[in-house]
Structures are given as C-alpha cells and as structure tokens.
C-alpha cells in the first residue's frame, strides 16, 4: 500500500486501486473510489433508492378528460379556484427544476458516499419527471405555457421564493466550491437543509394541500392524482435528506454549533414568512373551506417537524396540524386508487412500505 499527500491540511489518501474496507467511507470529504457502489456503509440510502424505484409512474398514466372537461366549462371552477391552480402551477413548475439543478450541478458531486449518490441520480430523475407532470397538465388543460413557467419572474411570491433557493444553488455550483474546511461544509450542509428541509419539506407543501383539496372535493381530480404521486416522492426526497444530513452532523460533529443553528432557525422563520405571503396571494379571501390562518397554522407545524427531524429547537413548539388528512394521503399505498382515474398497480417491483 502506497500513501500520498496532497497537501499538509488533506488527510491521508490510500492508493485507489486498494479494495474498499466499508469503514473508511464518509458521506462528504471521503477518499475511497465513489464509483465502487459495495461494499455498503449507508444501507438506508439503498433501502430508499430500491423504495423510489418500486414507486416508478409517469404522468401520461394519469387520465385528465374530467380535468379537461371542468376547466372548460364556463361554471365548473370559480375564478378564485383557477387562480389558484395557475399560480400552484406556476410556482412548482420550476421549482423542481431548481431542485434537480441543484443536485445534478451541485450537490452530487460533493456527495463521496456511491450509495448516497445513486440515490441522488433516482431523485434528480424524479424532479424530471415531475416537471413534466406538470407540463402534462398545463397541456392538457390548454394553459399558456409562457405564462406558467415564467411564473417565477412574473409573480412576485412566486419570485420571493425562489430568489431565496438560488444562492443555495449557486454555492454549490460554483465550480470553484471545495468542501474540506469548515466553513465550506457548513455551507454545504445549510444547502443541503434549504432544499430538503424548507424546500422540499415546507415549501412543496403548502402547494400540495392546495391541490389535494380541490380532490378532495372531487375537482380537478387528474391533477390531484399527479401531485399526490409527487407529494410522496417528495416525501421520500424530504426523509432522506434528512436522513443525509443527520449523517454528516453525526460524521462531522465540528460542523453543528450553536451559530451554525441560530443560522439554520433564522433561515426557517425567513421561509415561514414567504410562504405566509404566497398563501395569502394564492387565496386571498378563503377557497376550498380553506384560508390563509389555517394554512399558517399548518406551515408552523410542518417547520416544527422539520427542525425536530434534523435537531433544531421547534419555534411553535405548540402548534398543532389542521389538516391531518395530508398525512394520510401521503401513507396511502401505491395500489389504492384514491382518485379512481387509473389502475393503480403500477411497480417494478417489493411491497411499498410509506411508514
């Protein structure tokens, strides 16, 4: 065995063409070869790669004639309701491109652990496929597509939100970027908090309610179909992100001061308060039996669950879900047809565990 130093600050590097012992892996700064997949050190990060592959579906699968048929009815949706649905779509348009940018342009390559990274490349695949998701609506629906998808320069909570991510992305992307020292993987970790944390797990789920409503109350209900499909792999997006981060708090203890979570508490209350101001520009005067206090009441909750997971101290400790129903629409297995606009049996293969 030979050993090599790049420099006096980077830790020893083994001879790449010595055979992997597990233990020697990280999530970040690792020095064994990222393109031997075994052997396994982070089996969690298969068990969720091999789950995401099992919940394989496209949007074409789903039937949208009564969505058609209701959008072009003069009567069928409120003008409240379409706004609704345009500005839903306007905002998640993009944002999953955001997302997948962000792992393929960034995150991935400072991701040394080859378990963590084929799950990344599942997931930048599923942001895909979500984008067209919601293309397939918009299409289907016969929206001006220049209009949806420029949302996110046009409106300006739309913008606000997005204007937020993009300097997480941008760090990362910048090629330039090394992680090794502290204050880069801090930075590397806070993004890695953003998108999985506030992104994926605060964000998207104002959106999803919205949408799932209007299913609910038997509306719109191609749609509805799409984005619960989207809502659990952004579920599973959202767990193993977190699952990731706790990893390398856990790996790299340095990296988890008290700064750093009076850094991450400051970025949550930030977010709260943009998507505060995207629910109220969304239904400004209540829509679906729903208004913008009980939507406040749900976002306070979910950042509660989400500083809880990664171990920040809750802001609204207090807080309680007023739509319990979401939780149960994400634990619906794959086989239930909840929409009833296809059948549902749609695996490549295992039993689908959403616990």
């Not at 040394?112 to 979500?130: M, S, V």
């Not at 992307?173 to 944390?197: H, P």
């Not at 706790?246 to 790996?251: G, R, V």
Request: aromatic fraction near 12%; glycine fraction near 4%.
């Amino acid at each position: 065995m030979s050993i090599k130093l790049n420099n006096k600050k980077k830790p020893l590097k083994i001879n790449s063409f010595e055979r992997i012992n597990k233990i020697n892996k990280q999530i970040i700064n690792g020095h064994t070869d990222v393109n031997q997949l075994v052997p396994f050190k982070y089996n969690w990060a298969w068990d969720r790669y091999l789950s995401s592959c099992a919940n394989h579906w496209m949007p074409q699968e789903i039937n949208m004639q009564r969505d058609i048929e209701l959008w072009k009815n003069p009567i069928g949706l409120t003008e409240e309701e379409r706004r609704l649905v345009k500005r839903n779509l306007g905002f998640f348009s993009t944002a999953d491109s955001l997302a997948a940018n962000n792992i393929v342009l960034g995150t991935y390559r400072h991701i040394t652990a080859p378990e963590c990274r084929q799950y990344l490349l599942r997931q930048a695949f599923e942001e895909a496929i979500h984008t067209h998701a919601y293309q397939y609506i918009v299409e289907s629906l016969g929206l001006d597509e220049l209009e949806i998808f420029n949302a996110y320069h046009e409106i300006k909570s739309i913008r606000d939100k997005d204007e937020f991510l993009i300097p997480f992305i941008d760090v990362l992307t910048d090629l330039k970027f090394k992680t090794g020292n502290t204050k880069n993987d801090q930075k590397l970790l806070k993004s890695l908090i953003v998108f999985a944390c506030i992104m994926e797990g605060l964000f998207f789920y104002v959106g999803f309610v919205q949408i799932l409503a209007l299913g609910r109350q038997n509306k719109m209900i191609g749609s509805s179909e799409l984005y619960q499909y989207i809502l659990r792999d952004e579920s599973m997006h959202c767990n193993f992100g977190i699952d990731l981060i706790n990893t390398i708090k856990m790996e790299n203890p340095n990296l988890w001061t008290t700064e750093f979570c009076k850094e991450i508490e400051q970025l949550f209350l930030k977010a709260i308060e943009l998507e505060y101001y995207y629910a109220e520009d969304t239904m400004p005067k209540g829509i679906l039996g729903l208004n913008v206090k009980t939507f406040k009441s749900y976002l306070r909750f979910i950042a509660n669950c989400r500083m809880k997971q990664i171990g920040i101290k809750q802001i609204f400790p207090y807080e309680r879900n007023p739509f319990p129903w979401m939780s149960e629409m994400i634990h619906i297995k794959k086989e239930s047809n909840f929409f009833e606009t296809r059948v549902m049996e749609y695996q490549s293969g295992g039993t689908l565990d959403w616990e």
